[in-house]
């Protein structure tokens, strides 16, 4: 990351987001509250500071989620996204951490049937599980130049996939799908677009133009970064 980025915080990045002002604050990890940006108000929520998913971090944001279908209906929301992955300690297992995270995704899938646009922006960092319930299940995500986007680093993947980490590490510089970095993830269509500058102006549009309907297969195909995925799906729908 360049020094810019590690100086943004959230609350620089609320101030950019929300000229007309915001209520937004940190509740531990947990970032809650409203901005307003032109004439529309944004329900917020995200986390900060490389939080790792919980279970009650995660109820906590699904409960947000649902209380904005309740009270405010039809209210964009923003995930702010900078998390270090879900928290993988042998009690958030027991407990079932899965169940909870997808809990969340299903709230804010609720959220969308009910007529909210959801927008997420990674403005720092963004891993794993813990990314794929917020900014992973957003109608539209976006990132700044600087943020950090992997699902899983190459050593891991070394272990996981059992090739050896000089092989990943040469087809990641061939192929986006093996490299991190939020630039690999806007050619593989996962990420919409990077927002440098002027942040108000880019949140406006993102809303005008977020849809329900996933395009990023289509994107990926677009971008050269996802070459096989939407002609396997129409190929599949086809027969």
């Known amino acids: 990351m360049s020094a810019e980025a590690i100086l943004m915080s959230w609350s620089d990045v609320a101030a950019r987001l929300f000229p007309q002002g915001h209520d937004i604050v940190a509740d531990g990890a947990l970032l809650r509250g409203t901005g307003r940006c032109g004439a529309i108000a944004f329900a917020v929520l995200g986390t900060h500071d490389h ?36 928290r993988l ?40 599980g813990g990314f794929l319930a917020t900014g992973m299940m957003a109608d539209a995500l976006y990132a700044l130049p600087d943020a950090e986007i992997r699902v899983m680093s190459l050593p891991a993947m070394a272990r996981v996939t059992r090739l050896p980490e000089e092989r990943l590490a040469a087809l990641a510089e061939k192929s986006p799908v093996f490299a991190p970095g939020a630039q690999n993830y806007v050619l593989m269509g996962a990420v919409e677009a990077l927002w440098p500058g002027e942040l108000a102006a880019r949140l406006l549009y993102a809303l005008a133009i977020a849809e329900p309907r996933d395009r990023r297969r289509e994107l990926g195909a677009a971008r050269g970064g996802r070459t096989h995925a939407a002609a396997l799906v129409d190929r599949i729908v086809s027969e």
């Open 51 to 86: 939080a790792e998913i919980g279970v009650e971090l995660a109820l906590a944001m699904a409960e947000d989620v649902l209380a904005t279908v309740r009270d405010h209906p039809g209210r964009p929301i923003l995930f702010l996204v900078d998390t270090g992955g879900q």
């Open 89 to 128: 300690t042998r009690r958030d297992e027991l407990l079932g951490i899965h169940r909870y995270v997808a809990h969340l995704a299903k709230c804010v899938e609720v959220a969308r049937r009910k007529g909210h646009r959801v927008i997420g922006l990674v403005y720092d960092q963004a891993l794993s």
